[in-house]
């Protein structure tokens, strides 16, 4: 009976963990949607990048073909998350060609193509040359190493932050975003016994920590530096 009780509230652990990471996911999906807004009223792609959307993609694409039962047994979150996160940067990758200059519409949809034959290729690699076991470990693999590399790219940007004092590059909101979604995964992964999910997951969330804990520091500083500053000004 305790052994029945205690399989149930794994379970009830291990899912409520993967619907909170999907919850999070979203702070994460919709955070492009001001640029987006931006990119629509002025018809064009301003200065905007769209390779983040593609590797987005990318990433997402791997992820949801290892979250599938074909690969992976109880990964079933991982799958969801991953296929409305598809959906978001196709959207995105959308918006963005059609208001792009002749050019940047040309790389981009190369680029798509180049997203769309590379998860076919992994797609059909994984199924005709790998059993099941090996299956689970060659995209596992492939996934662990495109989260890990997407959850390390804001290091860049807290390089940024660090230089500039300035915390205006770093959205609030994203980054507590990752960190929730990436701890949530974590302890999926963790009632899943995982690797392939808590490893970078837990990665991610130690990598978000620290983007909070800048955030907060340079947000202090700039409070305190205001605060300190004389209430007259002498212009001499």
């Known amino acids: 009976m305790m052994m029945v009780f205690s399989s149930s509230v794994h379970s009830i652990c291990r899912i409520a963990a993967g619907v909170a990471g999907n919850v999070f996911a979203i702070g994460l999906f919709v955070s492009p949607i001001p640029a987006f807004r931006r990119i629509i009223r002025s018809r064009s792609t301003l200065q905007f990048s769209g390779l983040p ?10 992820s949801c073909w290892y979250g599938s ?5 109880n990964n079933i979150m991982v799958m969801t998350v991953n296929s409305i996160g598809a959906v978001f940067q196709l959207a995105y990758i959308t918006l963005f060609i059609v208001y792009a200059e002749r050019g940047k519409k040309l790389k981009m949809l190369g680029l798509l193509a180049m ?5 076919g290729i ?3 690699v994984s199924l005709r040359f790998f059993e099941s076991v090996p299956r689970r470990v060659f995209v596992g693999f492939l996934s662990c190493a495109s989260l890990i590399s997407m959850f390390a790219s804001p290091l860049f940007i807290i ?29 999926y992964g963790l009632f899943n016994g995982d690797p392939f999910v808590y490893a970078p997951n837990g990665i991610g969330a130690m990598l978000g920590m620290i983007q909070l804990g800048v955030y907060i520091y340079y947000s202090n500083s700039r409070r305190d530096q205001e605060f300190t500053e004389p209430l007259i000004v002498s212009y001499s």
């Open 122 to 124: 992994i797609v059909f």
């Open 159 to 187: 390089n940024l932050v660090i230089r500039t004092k300035s915390i205006e590059y770093m959205p609030f909101y994203l980054s507590l975003s990752t960190f929730l979604m990436s701890s949530s995964f974590f302890v």
């Open 53 to 62: 959307y593609i590797y987005a993609l990318l990433n997402c694409l791997i």
């Open 115 to 119: 997203v769309v034959c590379l998860i």
């Open 69 to 73: 039962p074909i690969v992976s047994k």
